[in-house]
Nanobody
């Protein structure tokens, strides 16, 4: 069984930055794509960013493009999300997710494993 653990959420003022991290443990795969999704109160979960196993493919949601950066850690099953120029509308629970293939995807249904989520709150 794979476990994903997110960290780095918190409260920040608009215009500020946060860095989210996600580490996979348990029965992990040698090369997998990973991603971040978020769910704001009263809304459906939505795609934020993803990264392929090689890190050569990094799709982003239009709403975060140019402000957020996804990257892989030195360990293959770690991923981070650097969030800059945060806006109140970025407030949400952020989820880390893992595929069982090497290809990045923006589709929620393509991801097999999910973390519990970490709260990000951006005040105006």
């Amino acid at each position: 069984q794979v476990q994903l653990a997110e960290s780095g959420g918190g409260l920040v003022q608009a215009g500020g930055s946060l860095r989210l991290s996600c580490a996979a443990s348990g029965r992990t795969f040698s090369d997998t794509a990973m991603g971040w999704f978020r769910q704001a109160p009263g809304k459906e979960r939505e795609f934020v960013a993803a990264i392929s196993s090689s890190a050569r493919s990094t799709p982003y949601a239009d709403s975060v493009k140019g402000r957020f950066t996804i990257s892989r850690g030195s360990a293959r099953n770690m991923v981070s999300l650097q969030m800059d120029s945060l806006k109140p509308e970025d407030t949400a629970v952020y989820f880390c997710a893992m595929r069982t293939t090497i290809w990045a995807s923006s589709r929620e249904e393509d991801f097999t494993y999910w973390g519990q989520g970490t709260q990000v709150t951006v005040s105006s």
